[in-house]
């Protein structure tokens, strides 16, 4: 099995390591590589799998990625894949803990990183044409779309938005019973060894930790590290945007705030963390990976080994949660499928992600230098525009259009 799908491994690779432009950028790569290129999943797979994500608490790009994987091999495969997906991007996170306070703050300041931007807007182009044949097909999904657009567009930074949107356009295909009439189908058996998992490893966490600090434990920081970074991984909504004003507030405000010294409290001074919320978002992969150098950072006065522990926690506490409950979740999401009234609802769904994607492309763009006289604005365009001309007309790689778009910012 695993010689059999060393291609679709390689293929998560690579797109580990040119996954640039975040979140918004990342569903037009998912798009372009797993779909167009490679078809190891449909359109209209992938949009269910991105918008049964946006439901979730946790990394919804992540828990995209590894449904695919296990779609095409089951739990093994779905844990292969989750692994090569995060492991580059944690693994230079985690590397950036070492050497944060050796830095030249200013020289963060590169422009090799400035069409990146430009370059997610059209990826998102490119995602939102692709998809709207498959969502867009008669008035109500036409009325959805355009409702998404303004409501993702007007409410961009605020968690609850997205999946407010998507329960909001399945109830609306249900109001009519006609295009798709209920057939008797067995649903299959549910797993719930995964959910058990997850609720066990929260609770006796939670537990743990709190017996840790009420008794003041010595050297208790690692088990308060995870119980923290796994806590925020299982409730967190809106992605990294919403997670790293959390871990903020968690490691830099609330430790301030405590009066008596204590030693053993995880704090991460906050300049630290504010480097870390920069450099995260010009590191290609998820945004969640800032919890391996948050979890490095805090470790850090407990020697080098124990730094790379933190890393290791960091990484896997803020995973985890999103894993566990994806995989099961998805099963139930599957023996709901056979009811018509959850098949209505992919209707209304699929429509609300072309109306997040169209949205987003506007939210990004609106920060993106485009109707201004000078070279730049020409070549912000430039890049939008020949992005997607590229991804919908010819079959070149999309890291090749990432590479260059890194090689336009560093010699323009």
């Not at 580059?88 to 950036?96: F, N, Q, R, S, V």
């Not at 909504?237 to 053993?264: C, H, N, T």
């Not at 409950?325 to 056979?338: A, C, G, Q, R």
């Amino acid at each position: 099995m695993f010689h059999r799908h060393i291609p679709f491994l390689k293929a998560v690779f690579l797109y580990s390591l040119t996954a640039f432009g975040g979140p918004q950028a990342h569903l037009g790569m998912m798009m372009k590589n797993f779909v167009q290129r490679r078809h190891y999943v449909t359109e209209k797979e992938l949009l269910e799998y991105n918008a049964f994500c946006q439901l979730l608490p946790g990394a919804s790009s992540t828990q995209t990625v590894t449904l695919i994987g296990y779609k095409r091999g089951g739990i093994p495969l779905a844990v292969l894949t989750l692994i090569i997906w995060i492991l580059p991007a944690c693994i230079m996170m985690g590397a950036l803990s070492f050497i944060v306070h050796y830095i030249d703050k200013k020289a963060l300041d590169t422009d090799i990183f400035k069409f990146i931007r430009p370059m997610a807007a059209g990826f998102l182009v490119y995602a939102a044409v692709a998809a709207f044949p498959h969502a867009i097909g008669n008035t109500i999904t036409w009325i959805i779309m355009i409702f998404s657009v303004a409501a993702t567009y007007l409410f961009f930074k605020q968690p609850w938005i997205f999946p407010s949107l998507i329960v909001l356009g399945g109830v609306a295909t249900n109001l009519s019973r006609k295009r798709i009439p209920q057939t008797e189908q067995k649903p299959k058996k549910i797993k719930w060894w995964n959910f058990w998992l997850f609720g066990i490893i929260f609770i006796v966490a939670g537990f743990i930790s709190e017996k840790a600090k009420k008794e003041d434990w010595p050297h208790r920081k690692p088990i308060n590290l995870f119980e923290n970074t796994y806590r925020m991984g299982s409730l967190v909504f809106g992605g990294g945007q919403v997670l790293m004003p959390m871990m903020y507030e968690q490691w830099s405000v609330r430790p301030e705030a405590i009066k008596k010294k204590d030693e053993d409290v995880v704090q991460i001074d906050e300049n630290d963390l504010y480097t870390g919320m920069g450099i995260v978002r010009a590191v290609p992969g998820p945004v969640f990976s800032i919890a391996s150098f948050a979890g490095g950072m805090a470790l850090q006065d407990m020697g080098t080994e124990m730094q790379v522990v933190g890393c290791l926690i960091g990484m896997v506490a803020i995973f985890l949660p999103s894993a566990l409950l994806v995989l099961f979740f998805f099963p139930i999401w599957n023996n709901l499928k056979k009811y018509a009234a959850v098949y209505r609802s992919l209707e209304g769904i699929n429509a609300v992600v072309v109306g997040i994607m169209i949205a987003s492309t506007f939210y990004i763009m609106k920060d993106i230098s485009i109707t201004e006289l000078k070279t730049v604005s020409l070549l912000n365009v430039g890049v939008i525009l020949g992005t997607f001309v590229l991804l919908n007309f010819t079959r070149l790689a999309s890291p090749l259009i990432v590479l260059g778009c890194l090689l336009l910012g560093y010699f323009f």
